[in-house]
């Protein structure tokens, strides 16, 4: 993978000690050459430069690799300090200081704080130098630790600010996604129930001309399909709005006695289901600060869901009670337990327990009671064994206001 070196150069561009760190390096050891270097393993750079002997040498400038003494720092990863390259036994034949002109000579290893090897901070002149004191290697040393903490920190930052970024456009595309599932809803209720509504319209017209027993029975029978149909779009925008939305929205009120609204659910069910006996003892005594049309619709679904359920000549009781501090809502079937591994999925989406061939519907009931009940602040829970299966909705009244 190549080195960006332009970035290398603009992180180094970044830090504003560099030029100062480069005159001091040249007024304390009054050599007329110093340079930050990126050292790569077949690459010389020149990322910052102090040259007041001409050496020729801008920033982005490269140097062959295999030419500097750069390259065998980088390997023994440790500085090299030359006072006179003729007195010095090591370097004195080396080729670096004959083809570069140099007698002085001192280079520091510029590492990061996960240890890599970055570069090096060099400096060079032709005259001789005292270098090799305590006092001009500590200060090259503090110098390359202080270069390279930079380094590491404009990475750092460099990376939060790409982090940053990604969350800003992460958190600008939740927004489009949020409108467009808005809108979802909204086109999904708009396309399902006119067509529905017009279908309503249509039987209830044809209800008002003369008809034959057969036309009656047809009538009726589009009638029952609309109004089963009319629940299932109800339950499909609940379930869109709880799982694509903000989650179901509730339009509180107490003015009208909660009871009478539980007793209507169950008329209309009894209605619905001639032979099945439905038993209500209600003892709302309390105003509940509510939902009522939502508690209806949770009533309802859980109604429903003992009717298809339970035993059908066993009585099914709904108890409504304001004891305590809470309102408490159930409904008792008796019949088969629930197996247990059928309770941990009952409350979610999609999730139907085959009852008979005929049974209708998308699964959607108890999930959607269970979001009624946590959008109330409430909770929804069920017990089943041999006597009975009981689904509960508690809801504390103080949040109920």
Known sequence: MPTDFEADLAAIDRI???????????????????????????????????????????????????????????????EVVIDHVAEDQTYCRHHTPAMYGFQSYISMPLVL??????????????????????????????????????????????????????????????RKTSE??????AVLGHDLRNPLASIDAGAKMLLREPLSPKGMTVVDLVQS???????????????????????????????VPLGEVLEQVVDEL?????DRRIETRLAVTKTVSCDRARIAQLLSNLVANAITHGASEETIVVHASTLGGNFELSVANQGEPIPPATMKRLFQPFFRVAARPSQQGLGLGLYIACEIARAHGGSLDVTSDQEETRFTFRMPLAQAI
């Open 225 to 255: 399909s609309v109004k089963r149909m009319a629940e299932l779009i109800d339950n499909v925008l609940d379930f869109a709005r709880g799982r694509l939305g903000s989650g179901l929205t509730l339009e509180r009120d107490a003015r």
């Open 270 to 274: 009894r209605a619905a289901w001639p």
């Open 16 to 78: 504003q000690a560099v030029p100062t760190i480069l005159e001091v390096v040249c007024r304390t050891t009054g050599m007329g050459f110093a340079a930050v270097a990126r050292v790569t393993e077949d690459r010389w750079i020149a990322c910052a430069v102090r040259d007041d002997i001409q050496f020729g040498l801008q920033p982005g400038g490269e140097l062959k690799l295999e030419t500097t003494i750069c390259h065998e720092i980088r390997q023994a990863g440790k």
């Open 180 to 185: 467009l599932r808005e809108q979802f809803i």
């Open 113 to 174: 704080a996960d240890g890599s090897f970055w570069g090096t901070l060099c400096a060079i002149d032709p005259r001789p130098a005292r270098l090799n004191t305590p006092v001009t290697i500590g200060m090259f040393k503090l110098f390359a630790e202080l270069i390279g903490f930079h380094l590491q920190a404009g990475e750092r930052l460099a990376a939060s600010e790409a982090n940053l970024a990604t969350s800003e456009a992460d958190l600008l595309d939740e």
